[in-house]
């Protein structure tokens, strides 16, 4: 194995030895909150599903991207890149888009009640299920050009002109403006919730800002305020850091994407696939480390879980004894 195989083989099963794991961890803290407390928050709901698509995405693609280096296994024949292409592409984008519905709903949450934006919460938080269904649809009709036009490996020797590299496939289009129009498209796709998500999370940071100097000058004596505000405040701030963490990893995906498809010959390059790959899937790796270290309901769930497990080994042990 040459060694720029073995480093691609090691970032991807990196990727995803911290996201499965991680994604996983999540979704169990949320559905052992939610069979405890017989609720679920629209918030949690958007986070639960948000951590859904990232395992998606971590899962499909970087296991098998890890597997497939180490020559482990390789389902990444016609069928199988067609299957995988699709899947991935339509989890990646539904990461971005409920990362930005997560923005916004967190920026609608500090609208002063019975403002129009309260309403507007009220409403998304009463439709959400709907709002889940119609991001699914659309994602899977944008994704299904590139899964059709999706080749394995073996077929690249013939597919030099109107075709893109995606490591272990190709993507050949029939022509060169059919190229263009999906990856303009795709683009397009990104950088709408790019720019709405970060404008709401400079809304949030100046909303903490001012809330903050509003505090320091005025001290409230009702405790149960300042526990919600406190509350209110954490999950701005992982919203806030999960935006941030967006727009640095898939503004570099997104960059490399343009220089893809800008550039001639750029089919044969597999350090550019690697590199939109892996920047790609980062988010949804390491984004779960943000959510379990910054959501309360999480880290309690999953301390719970072992001070439980803990205090069972003790009694196994002193029974034992």
């Known amino acids: ?30 559905l052992q909150a939610m069979h405890t407390e017989h ?72 609208a002063p009640p019975g ?52 490591q272990f496939c190709f993507v050949r289009f029939p022509d060169s403006l059919s190229k263009d129009a999906n990856g303009a498209m795709q683009v397009v796709r990104d950088v709408i919730p790019m720019a709405l998500m970060a404008t709401a999370s400079l809304i949030v940071l100046i909303f903490l800002y001012r809330h903050s100097q509003h505090v320091k000058n005025f001290r409230s004596s009702n405790s149960n305020s300042k526990q919600g505000s406190l509350a209110e405040r954490r999950a701005a701030k992982t919203v806030v850091t999960l935006v941030t963490m967006y727009v640095l990893f898939y503004g570099v995906d997104n960059g490399l994407w343009v220089y893809t498809l800008t550039v001639e010959h750029t089919m044969s390059s597999s350090l550019v696939s690697d590199l939109r790959i892996f920047f790609s899937s980062l988010y949804a790796a390491v984004s779960p480390v943000v959510i379990i270290a910054s959501n309360k309901k999480v880290s309690r769930n999953l301390i719970c879980k072992v001070q439980e497990k803990g205090s069972q080994m003790v009694e196994t042990t002193l029974s034992a004894a």
């Not at 709903?105 to 500090?110: A, E, V």
């Not at 009463?126 to 590139?146: D, K």
């Open 115 to 166: 403002s129009r934006w309260a309403e507007a919460r009220v409403a998304a938080a009463r439709h959400l299920g709907a709002i889940f269904l119609v991001l699914w649809l659309v994602n899977a009709v944008i994704s299904t050009p590139s899964a059709l036009f999706s080749l394995g490996w073996h077929n690249g020797s013939s597919l030099m002109e109107h075709s893109i590299n995606v």
């Open 1 to 30: 194995m040459q060694s720029d195989e073995l480093v691609r083989g090691l970032l991807y099963l990196f990727l995803a030895v911290v996201g499965i794991p991680g994604n996983c961890l999540v979704i169990w803290a949320f």
């Open 39 to 110: 609720q679920v928050l629209p918030a949690d709901a958007i986070v639960l599903h948000l951590v859904s698509v990232n395992l998606l995405v971590v899962g499909v693609r970087c296991l098998l991207e890890a597997l497939a280096t180490f020559r482990l296994a390789n389902i990444f024949s016609d069928a199988g890149c067609k299957g995988i292409i699709m899947v991935y592409r339509m989890a990646r984008s539904l990461s971005i888009w409920l990362t930005f519905v997560l923005s916004t709903y967190q920026c609608l949450s500090i």
